[in-house]
């Protein structure tokens, strides 16, 4: 039996470009679901792919973004030093840092805030929540049961109040 390929590995053959869309697509063969899924990738993503590609003539088994070895200046790009969750992590506590935000980021939590943001500003239609989906890699069900709630305006919560005052007497 084959090992489990990791989703957080994903490999030069991948992800590819869909020229009719002009976005890349990165296929998920084994997820935690065991269903495959099909993320679409951020445009700022697409621009380090190709820099990447350009420079170093990947092979297919090779990962879509790799770390590098080293310390300090001697610091090389290595096909074979994938990026771990810690690097990208590390990433975010940098840009954490550099703006200001006092509370830990993680992939996890970036991933949460822009699903959320996302849903606040472009709504909860079908079409939005298609698009997400396939931004994120998850299904349309699952993002409205993890990310719409009712959201009460201060004049609902006064009229709770009112209602709760009056159930008091």
Not at 17 to 43: C, F, M, N
Not at 97 to 121: D, F, P, R
Request: aromatic fraction near 8%; hydrophobic fraction near 35%.
């Amino acid at each position: 039996m084959l090992p489990r390929r990791r989703s957080d590995n994903a490999q030069q053959r991948d992800i590819r470009r869909i020229a009719e869309r002009g976005l890349y697509q990165w296929s998920i063969p084994d997820t935690k679901t065991h269903l495959p899924r099909i993320v679409w990738l951020p445009d700022t993503f697409a621009r380090f792919v190709e820099r990447s590609r350009d420079m170093n003539t990947p092979r297919a088994e090779w990962p879509i973004l790799w770390d590098c070895e080293g310390r300090g200046y001697a610091r090389i790009e290595n096909p074979a030093a994938r990026i771990s969750p810690k690097t990208i992590n590390a990433a975010l506590d940098r840009a954490a840092e550099k703006i200001g935000i006092l509370v830990k980021v993680t992939a996890h939590t970036a991933k949460h805030t822009y699903c959320t943001n996302w849903i606040t500003e472009m709504g909860d239609t079908e079409n939005s929540m298609e698009r997400l989906s396939r931004q994120v890699g998850t299904s349309v069900a699952v993002l409205r049961r993890t990310y719409v709630h009712v959201q009460f305006t201060d004049a609902d919560w006064e009229h709770i109040r009112t209602l709760g005052n009056r159930q008091a007497r």
